[in-house]
Nanobody
Framework: QLQVVESGGGLVQPGGSLRLSCAASGFTLDYYNIGWFRQAPGKEREGVSCITSTGGRTNYADSVKGRFTISRDNAKNTVYLQMNSLKPEDTALYYC??????????????WGQGTQVTVSS
């Protein structure tokens, strides 16, 4: 009944681009701050980017600034992560989740199974 589905991942070469989508059903996504998180093998889960419920503010991890862009289309109940100039170190399983506070990714709540991004030549 309450679901989020992440999609758009895949295998790309270094320097390539992907657009991830976080599509919600069963609730109105625009009521929530939404963050993108990733976890690579052997590493802790980290916040990548976050957008406030109004879309007025965005946050980015230092490692992705200038390369990734988060956005939302509330009419489609979807949040996006445009990823450009991808690097091998971006390889991870990417999740979207609501957060209580975008500035520090407070109390993330995960709904989906994630989408795999692999950057390799």
């Amino acid at each position: 009944q309450l679901q989020v589905v992440e999609s758009g991942g895949g295998l790309v070469q270094p320097g390539g681009s992907l657009r991830l989508s976080c599509a919600a059903s069963g609730f109105t996504l625009d009521y929530y701050n939404i963050g993108w998180f990733r976890q690579a093998p052997g590493k802790e889960r980290e916040g990548v980017s976050c957008i406030t419920s109004t879309g007025g503010r965005t946050n980015y991890a230092d490692s992705v600034k200038g390369r990734f862009t988060i956005s939302r289309d509330n009419a489609k109940n979807t949040v996006y992560l445009q990823m450009n100039s991808l690097k091998p170190e971006d390889t991870a399983l990417y999740y979207c989740a609501s957060t209580a506070r975008c500035s520090d990714y407070l109390q993330p709540h995960y709904w989906g199974q994630g989408t795999q991004v692999t950057v390799s030549s």
